[in-house]
């Protein structure tokens, strides 16, 4: 069976995975002990008021003279404030509330998910942790932000508490604030991963040289301007061939410096960097090689926690899992996935580098069920394009469809109906925009795979649409729905954030030009709205119950319709 015919069927159960997860602490910031009304001095007696001791040191219980005798009543020394003395609030008692202290260090010490704290022992920030768990913190750095306990945010944009005031601000004697610490979980603040990846124009023959040439024109023809970010090294990079400690070895004229040598290059360009390999023995480029000698020992099997350490060591911040060994030796897919994402996760606790984890077994074992919680994002069909092929609409679709799995989708957890073959050949302006319009309805991961440097005009304009990308990127993360199907004439939408929002795509897979009509009860919207045609990047005014418009045979129309 050839590349194409084994891979299409094999695309009948993919999977994915991305590490993330991560515990959840919260902290609610005991008042510091202490302080109460600290008094001074012995009883006064003849009526002199007693005013208690001079100070309160850092809140050590004064025994001041509770009542005067003679005299009136003693005031026992104003309150404590808290006392210079005070510190993280650990040993402070003076005062009301005592908060944070001025040594709370939020997190400082914590890496990697360990208990890190607003606080740790600062009793204003009780022990508000940002990734209390290792899995929660692994990739995130918990109790980044908090500040003097108030909130830690967990998390894969966190780094270990360096921003954690802990209580600086806090003297004692203010209210105490532990606040809640959220622990991470990782990348779920990411909308769906932009960038390029390697395979659908250069397959098996990159090189050092080529990654770096596209890296190059990555970012002089404007997409990272526009939002991407990963440049990803497909299939290819590695031949199967490890030293004697199992460590992978790569071809020194291919890649010379190694692999650590690009992802530098790509850090140097302000971009981040993917890497690939299979979950079973061999990989792709064993059972089906497209571009070198075929591949033996190109697969992870038996070795993930080292090659995913070593991907981390090196400077990855995504990699793609594929499944040709897996499928091959009959693997679990969701027992194999599961294992890497818990390797990529004692990676990232070791490196303190997330990494995005992406599954790629083409849909087998429905990945929407189970690789949501263990990744990123997940292949939900076989290949769009097979490497030298021509960009194929009939590809493009069923694609879109084997990925409306909305239920599965949250923010930082996609499906993936796989890499865009936008500027490729085959496709015109047209088919170019149908196709990133069915990828930014569904809230799919963009991944260009045309060749950069020699991207066309148009092509750059499909790719960086910024209404497009919006719609993509759009913070809520649901995906679009098919809400009308006339005989192929549909209508799919898509809730935006913002109010009364929705992005409408009217899709026509009819063999002849019609008119496609949005109806604005069918989108969730009352009788008036106003319309924006999206490639058009015109205002259509305000229309009342619907709007309809003359779409051309497999070709589509892209909306933003904000009800009243
Ligand atoms: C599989 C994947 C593709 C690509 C190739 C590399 O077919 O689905 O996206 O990674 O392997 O061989």
Redesign the pocket.
């Known amino acids: 069976m050839n ?1 194409a015919a084994s ?1 299409w069927i ?2 009948l159960a ?1 999977a994915v995975l991305l590490g993330c997860g991560g515990g959840e602490g919260s902290s609610t910031g005991s008042s510091a002990a202490g302080g109460d009304i600290t008094g001074g001095g012995a009883p006064s007696t003849g009526g002199v008021p007693n005013t208690g001791g001079s100070k309160a040191a850092g809140g050590t219980t004064n025994a001041g003279g509770l009542s005067a005798t003679g005299g009136a009543l003693d005031t026992g020394g104003a309150k404590s404030t808290g006392g210079s003395l005070a510190m993280g609030g650990k040993t402070s008692t003076g005062g009301v509330p005592n908060t944070g202290g001025s040594k709370a260090a939020g997190g400082t010490t914590s890496a990697g998910g360990l208990p890190s704290g607003g606080g740790a022992s600062d009793t204003g920030g009780a022990r508000s942790t940002g990734g209390s768990s290792p899995s929660g913190g692994t990739s995130s750095n918990g109790g980044a932000a908090s500040t003097g306990g108030s909130k830690a945010n967990g998390g894969a944009t966190s780094t270990g508490g360096s921003k954690s005031n802990g209580g600086t601000t806090s003297a004692g004697g203010a209210a105490s604030s532990g606040g809640s610490g959220v622990g991470g979980t990782t990348m779920d603040s990411s909308g769906p991963p932009m960038g390029w ?1 390697s ?2 124009s250069f ?2 023959t990159i090189t050092y040289n080529i990654i770096k040439a596209q890296a190059d024109a990555f970012v002089s023809s404007g997409l990272k301007a526009a939002g991407y970010q990963f440049v990803n090294i ?3 990079w590695w031949q199967g061939t490890r030293d004697s400690s199992g460590n992978i070895t790569t071809i020194a004229s291919d890649w010379p410096g190694g692999m650590q040598a690009i992802a530098d290059y790509i850090h140097g360009l302000g971009l981040k960097a993917g890497i ?1 390999t ?1 979950a079973g023995k061999d ?3 064993y ?2 090689p ?1 571009g070198r000698p075929a591949a033996p020992g190109s697969g992870s099997e038996g070795h993930y926690d080292q090659d995913f350490l070593q991907f981390s060591k090196w400077g990855f911040d995504f990699v ?1 899992v ?3 060994g897996g499928n091959s030796e009959g693997l679990d897919s969701k027992t194999a996935y599961t294992a890497i994402s818990n390797s990529i996760q004692k990676a990232t606790a070791q490196t303190g580098r997330p990494m995005v984890f992406s599954v ?1 077994n ?1 849909g087998n074992q429905s990945p929407w069920n189970w690789a949501p919680s263990i990744s990123t994002m997940w ?1 939900t069909s ?3 394009i ?2 030298g092929g021509t960009a194929d609409m009939n590809r493009v679709l069923p694609n879109f469809d084997s990925a409306l799995h909305p239920t599965a989708q949250s923010l930082g957890h996609y499906n993936d109906p ?2 865009l073959i936008v500027g490729m050949k085959g496709f015109s302006l047209a088919q170019n925009r149908t196709h990133m319009a069915l990828w930014a309805i569904s809230g799919a991961p963009l991944l260009a795979g045309n060749n950069l440097e020699s991207m066309s005009a148009d092509t750059k304009s499909v790719l960086t649409n910024s209404d497009v990308l919006a719609i993509d990127q759009d913070p809520l993360a649901k995906q679009g729905t098919k809400v009308a199907d006339t005989s192929g004439l549909q209508v799919y939408s898509r809730v935006l954030s913002g109010t009364n929002r929705r992005a409408v795509l009217l899709l026509n897979r009819t063999t002849s030009a019609a008119t496609i009509t949005a109806r604005f009860a069918d989108i969730g919207l009352g009788a008036t709205a106003t319309v924006r045609d999206v490639w058009a990047g015109t205002d259509l005014g305000s229309k009342t119950t619907s709007y309809a418009v003359s779409v051309p045979t497999y070709d589509s129309v892209l909306l933003i319709v904000t009800g009243a």
Do not use: Q
Request: a negative charge; hydrophobic letters at 30%; aromatic letters at 22%.
């Open positions: 590349r891979l094999a695309a993919p990846a395979w659908n397959a098996g497909d299939e290819g690939y299979d990989g792709c480029g059972y089906y497209t793609k594929d499944w040709c790629c083409w292949r076989g290949d769009i097979y490497y796989d890499m």
